[in-house]
């Protein structure tokens, strides 16, 4: 496609269910990158990855956030027995490669998640 | 560890009024620079980067940057704002020696356009 797709588009589960969110990339990137921003803040980094590999999973808050990525496209972040403080807009992003060009994030639309 | 700091989180200004947004960052080097635009509902796009030459870069929509490394500062600015400029503005600071090139967000600030 065109640009980086995130799927669903809202998604609203109870507290103590597990979701999943799923991320398109740019056709060709190969590092893809989640975020997370909470109503009214910037960006918090979540976890990146180069490949098919997570070298940078720093910003995972909890044990319960995974996140993979096959066949060099398609990433899941995972969230299990979700909490009320998870509900935020998680944002994905793609870069061609990890350092050409500074690296140049290219952002799809988010997931809106709310936990009841 | 770098960080951003935006210290507008609200401004408003009156349509083809000029505009400055403020960025501050912290990085021991020179870092990787990026202003984006979130408009409502909608994902970030990016306006402009800096990487290196030209500390004045240019960017879509008639947006443009100055990098000052005196005032470790990276303004955006616009001669004359325009109703649909009406969003939220992003500055983000990437490491370039960070292997994972992953981007510290400032706060955002939120411009509103009085017709």
């Known amino acids: 496609g065109a640009g980086v797709s995130q799927s669903p588009s809202n998604k609203v589960t109870e507290k103590g269910k597990d979701v999943e969110l799923r991320c398109d990339p740019i056709?060709?990137?190969?590092?893809l990158y989640w975020y997370r921003q909470r109503l009214g803040q910037g960006l918090e980094f979540l976890i990146y990855?180069?490949?098919?590999?997570?070298?940078?999973k720093s910003g995972l808050p909890s044990d319960r956030f995974s996140a993979e990525r096959t066949g060099e496209s398609v990433s899941t972040l995972t969230i299990q027995r979700t909490q009320q403080e998870d509900s935020a807009v998680y944002l994905c992003?793609?870069?061609?490669?990890?350092?050409?060009?500074?690296?140049?994030?290219?952002f799809g639309p988010g997931t809106r998640l709310l936990v009841l | 560890a770098q960080s951003v700091t935006q210290p507008d989180i609200h401004i408003t200004v009156s349509e083809g009024a000029s505009l400055e947004l403020r960025c501050n960052y912290s990085y021991g080097a020179t870092p990787y620079l990026f202003w984006y635009v979130q408009s409502p509902g909608q994902g970030l796009q990016l306006l402009l980067k800096?990487?290196?030459?030209?500390?004045l870069v240019q960017g879509i929509k008639g947006f443009e940057a100055e990098f000052k490394r005196s005032q470790s500062s990276f303004n955006l600015r616009k001669p004359s704002v325009h109703w649909s400029d009406a969003a939220e503005y992003f500055c983000a600071v990437g490491a370039r020696n960070n292997a994972g090139n992953m981007l510290t967000f400032g706060g955002g600030t939120r411009l509103m356009v009085k017709p």
């Open positions: 056709s060709g990137h190969t590092a």
């Open positions: 990855f180069q490949g098919n590999s997570a070298p940078d």
């Open positions: 992003a793609s870069s061609l490669t990890r350092t050409s060009g500074g690296g140049a994030q290219y």
């Open positions: 800096y990487f290196s030459g030209d500390t």
